[in-house]
C-alpha cells in the first residue's frame, strides 16, 4: 500500500480526505469525555438553575405536540406529523446547552470509565441536582399551564389526552418504552460531535422517533406528570412508583447500561493502548 498516496497530491486534497472520513469512535468517544468532565465540573448552582432552565423549556415538545394535533385533520397519518412536535422542546434545551437529565446518562458516565474511584460520586451528585432541577421545573411550567389562560381551553383538553396517554401505561411499559428512549437520547448526544452543520436535523428525527414509537421519556413525561397532578387528576403514588420511577430506570438503562456500556466497549482497547 506504500503507493496509496500518489492519489493524494496537494495539501487541500489530504485535508479533504481527512475532513470526508470524519471522526472516528476513539475521537467520538474522547470528545463526549471532555464535555463530560466540563459538566462535572461546574457549579452545582449552576447545574440547578440550568436544569430548572431544561424543566419548563422541555414543555414546548408537549405543546407542540397539542397544537400540531389541534390544527391537523383526524386522518390516519395525523400521528406522524403531530410527533414532529415533540422535537420543539428537545431543540431549545439541546441547542441552549440546559442541564437535561437524560442527556446525563452518556457525557457524564464516560468519564467514569476512565476513572471510576474519582468520578463516581460527582456523577451521582450531578444526576440528583439535575434531575431534582428538572423536576421542579416542569411542575413550574405545568402549574403556569394548568391555571393560567396561556392554552386555549382545546390545547388544554389535547394537552390532558397527552397527558393521560404518557402516565397510565403502567410500570412495566414504561420501563420497557423508556429504554429505547434512553438509547436514542444516548445516541444522539454520542452523534453530535460528528454532526457539524447537521445537528438540528439530527435532534428532530431522533426525538421524533422517540414520540412516533411513543418511547416514554423522563423530563418530557414529567411536565405531563405534573399537568395532571397539580390538577388533582394523578395521585402520587400512581405518578411515582407508575410512571416516574420505572421510566427513569428504563431511560438510565437504556443511556448507560445498553449504550455508553457498548461504546465503551468498542473504544476501550485502543484508550489501553494509548501512551
Given at each position: 500500500?506504500a503507493?496509496?498516496?500518489q492519489?493524494?497530491?496537494?495539501?487541500?486534497?489530504?485535508?479533504?480526505?481527512?475532513?470526508?472520513?470524519?471522526?472516528?469512535?476513539?475521537?467520538?468517544?474522547e470528545?463526549?469525555?471532555?464535555?463530560?468532565?466540563?459538566?462535572?465540573?461546574?457549579p452545582?448552582?449552576s447545574?440547578?438553575?440550568?436544569?430548572?432552565?431544561?424543566?419548563?423549556?422541555?414543555s414546548?415538545?408537549?405543546?407542540?405536540?397539542?397544537?400540531?394535533?389541534?390544527?391537523?385533520?383526524?386522518?390516519?397519518?395525523?400521528?406522524?406529523?403531530?410527533?414532529?412536535?415533540?422535537?420543539m422542546g428537545?431543540?431549545?434545551?439541546?441547542?441552549?446547552?440546559?442541564?437535561?437529565?437524560?442527556?446525563?446518562?452518556?457525557?457524564?458516565?464516560?468519564?467514569?470509565?476512565?476513572?471510576?474511584?474519582?468520578?463516581?460520586?460527582?456523577?451521582?451528585?450531578?444526576?440528583?441536582?439535575?434531575?431534582?432541577?428538572?423536576?421542579?421545573?416542569?411542575?413550574?411550567?405545568?402549574?403556569?399551564?394548568?391555571?393560567?389562560?396561556?392554552?386555549?381551553?382545546?390545547?388544554?383538553?389535547?394537552?390532558?389526552?397527552?397527558?393521560?396517554?404518557?402516565?397510565?401505561?403502567?410500570?412495566?411499559?414504561?420501563f420497557?418504552?423508556?429504554?429505547?428512549?434512553?438509547?436514542?437520547?444516548?445516541?444522539?448526544?454520542?452523534?453530535?460531535?460528528?454532526?457539524?452543520?447537521?445537528?438540528?436535523?439530527?435532534?428532530?428525527?431522533?426525538?421524533?422517533?422517540?414520540?412516533?414509537?411513543?418511547?416514554?421519556?423522563?423530563?418530557?413525561?414529567?411536565?405531563?406528570?405534573?399537568?395532571?397532578?397539580?390538577?388533582?387528576?394523578?395521585?402520587?403514588?400512581?405518578?411515582?412508583?407508575?410512571?416516574?420511577?420505572?421510566?427513569?430506570?428504563?431511560?438510565?438503562?437504556?443511556?448507560t447500561?445498553?449504550?455508553?456500556?457498548?461504546?465503551?466497549?468498542?473504544?476501550?482497547?485502543?484508550?489501553?493502548?494509548?501512551?
Open positions: 500500500m503507493h496509496a498516496d492519489a493524494i497530491t496537494t495539501p487541500s486534497e489530504r485535508k479533504a480526505v481527512e475532513e470526508a472520513t470524519g471522526l472516528t469512535a476513539r475521537m467520538v468517544f470528545t463526549v469525555r471532555r464535555e463530560g468532565e466540563e459538566e462535572l465540573e461546574r452545582m448552582a447545574l440547578f438553575w440550568s436544569g430548572i432552565a431544561a424543566g419548563i423549556l422541555i414546548f415538545s408537549v405543546l407542540a405536540e397539542a397544537a400540531l394535533r389541534g390544527a391537523l385533520p383526524d386522518v390516519p397519518w395525523r400521528h406522524i406529523v403531530e410527533n414532529f412536535g415533540y422535537s428537545f431543540l431549545l434545551v439541546i441547542l441552549g446547552r440546559m442541564q437535561l437529565f437524560t442527556e446525563n446518562t452518556i457525557t457524564t458516565v464516560v468519564p467514569v470509565m476512565m476513572n471510576p474511584r474519582g468520578c463516581i460520586v460527582c456523577t451521582a451528585k450531578l444526576w440528583g441536582v439535575v434531575l431534582l432541577a428538572n423536576v421542579i421545573g416542569a411542575f413550574a411550567i405545568a402549574t403556569f399551564l394548568a391555571y393560567t389562560p396561556a392554552l386555549t381551553p382545546e390545547i388544554k383538553r389535547i394537552v390532558a389526552d397527552l397527558s393521560h396517554h404518557a402516565t397510565h401505561m403502567g410500570a412495566a411499559s414504561g420497557a418504552r423508556g429504554i429505547p428512549a434512553g438509547v436514542l437520547i444516548a445516541a444522539l448526544v454520542w452523534m453530535m460531535p460528528s454532526a457539524q452543520g447537521g445537528r438540528v436535523a439530527l435532534i428532530v428525527l431522533f426525538t421524533w422517533l422517540i414520540a412516533l414509537g411513543d418511547f416514554t421519556h423522563i423530563i418530557a413525561g414529567s411536565v405531563e406528570m405534573a399537568y395532571l397532578m397539580v390538577q388533582g387528576d394523578l395521585a402520587i403514588g400512581p405518578a411515582v412508583f407508575g410512571f416516574f420511577l420505572p421510566v427513569l430506570a428504563g431511560n438510565v438503562v437504556g443511556g447500561l445498553v449504550f455508553t456500556m457498548l461504546t465503551w466497549a468498542q473504544i476501550r482497547h485502543e484508550v489501553a493502548q494509548e501512551p
